[in-house]
């Protein structure tokens, strides 16, 4: 084939103007020059939206100012909100009439009604309320523990121990009796007065050497005298000593 029928220029248009998907041939020039076309689109694609001077930095800085300002406007608009949804919500607990309530004339009164209130607290949590006040209470307490030492003479018979003189309603909390000195078994017994002139027996015990020499007689509410009495089962020998204590209160 001779080259004479196609001019230079023509071959080098032809050349020129085939198309680049033709050429995928790697190493070869039109690959390359292809690849170069792609890359430098890829990069026009990412910068297109940058700033007409990068390299400006005014314009970097005004772009930061205008956002970080709009920011500051945005967030004064929650502040507005925030501002008014709590401003609603204390008007609603705020009434006039809860204020009214807190105002000078409701105030003293209320405290007056507390300070009527606080001198009964302590009565109403130990006592019924006829018994007054603590004070009262106390004193009523004090001289309430009788004590003694009983000389029990040697025999059989039944013999007062303990006597307790009721002038006025009384309540006996317990009374408690010493056994220790005795060596012989006998009969602890409750009475009493409850017509106001005749003992009558409400309680006993059979008490003997094996059991403990602690003895306590739990009472009750009284009217009148009330005593306990010992009887031997057998003669001691010679009298015995029995320590005993009651523990009352003067209710009227």
């Keep these: 084939m001779s080259l004479e029928k196609y001019p230079v220029k023509r071959v080098a248009d032809q050349v020129w103007d085939e198309t680049a998907a033709e050429h995928i041939a790697t190493g070869s020039m039109g690959k ?3 690849d170069t076309s792609d890359n430098v689109l890829a990069i026009k694609d990412k910068t297109d939206n940058l700033s007409s001077d990068p390299a400006d930095e005014s314009l970097l800085e005004a772009k ?9 406007t945005r967030s004064k608009g929650l502040d507005d909100i925030y501002d008014d949804l709590t401003g609603k919500a204390l008007a609603s607990v705020a009434t006039e009439g809860r204020l009214s309530e807190l105002d000078a004339a409701n105030i003293p009164a209320d405290l007056d009604l507390v300070k009527g209130d606080t001198p009964y607290i302590h009565d109403q949590a130990i006592s019924s ?17 009788q004590e003694g030492t009983y000389s029990l003479p040697s025999g059989t018979t039944e013999q007062d121990a303990v006597v307790i003189t ?16 005795l060596t012989k078994g006998c009969t602890l017994r409750l009475y009493h007065k409850i017509d106001g002139t005749n003992y009558r027996e409400i309680d006993s ?7 403990r020499d602690g003895v306590e007689i739990l009472a009750c509410m009284v009217d009148h005298d009330v005593k306990v ?12 000593d029995i320590p005993y204590t ?3 209160e003067a209710m009227a």
Excluded: Y
């Design 32 to 34: 390359v020059s292809k």
């Design 64 to 72: 930061i100012t205008s956002e970080v300002d709009n920011l500051i």
């Design 129 to 145: 309320p006829v018994i007054g006040s603590v004070a009262e209470r106390i004193e009523r307490l004090e001289g309430a523990v």
């Design 166 to 181: 009721v002038s006025a309603k009384t309540k006996l909390q317990s009374i408690f009796l010493d056994l220790v000195n």
């Design 205 to 211: 015990l059979d008490w003997d050497t094996g059991m």
């Design 229 to 240: 009495t010992i009887q031997s089962n057998e003669a001691e020998g010679s009298a015995r």
């Design 246 to 248: 009651v523990n009352k």
